[in-house]
Nanobody, 123 residues
Framework: VQLVESGGGSVQAGGSLRLSCTHF????????MGWFRQAPGKAREGIAR????????YSADSVKGRVTISEDNTNDTFHLQMNSLKPDDTGMYYC??????????????????WGQGTQVTVS
């Protein structure tokens, strides 16, 4: 299984970005897809996750109300829409996926598959 991220970049504070993560090689109606970020000198933190097949979502308090996680099962892609971006949102963003699993392991960041990361810079 391979996860390929896209959509990172540089944006001014208050702007928006949409990150995408496409998975290749396997899919399952039961799954957990998550987004994480790591700022320089800080630990990796969970941003949001979506669980299939029920579509249940969760987002961290630090981004709540500013991000939306969604998925498009027709092309095996899930997205993170980020609005009202702040300089504190700067970091490397990673997508992660588990198949035939729920999101029980999301909080511990235990996922079977990770993307390579995409940089988000907010100035």
């Amino acid at each position: 299984v391979q996860l390929v991220e896209s959509g990172g970049g540089s944006v001014q504070a208050g702007g928006s970005l949409r990150l995408s993560c496409t998975h290749f090689g396997y899919s399952s109606s039961r799954h957990c897809m998550g987004w994480f970020r790591q700022a320089p000198g800080k630990a990796r933190e969970g941003i949001a996750r979506i669980q299939g097949p029920n579509g249940d979502t969760y987002s961290a308090d630090s981004v709540k109300g500013r991000v939306t996680i969604s998925e498009d099962n027709t092309n095996d892609t899930f997205h993170l829409q980020m609005n009202s971006l702040k300089p504190d949102d700067t970091g490397m963003y990673y997508c992660a996926a588990d198949f035939a699993e729920d999101c029980t392991n999301y909080a511990r960041m235990i996922f079977g598959f990770w993307g390579q990361g995409t940089q988000v810079t907010v100035s």
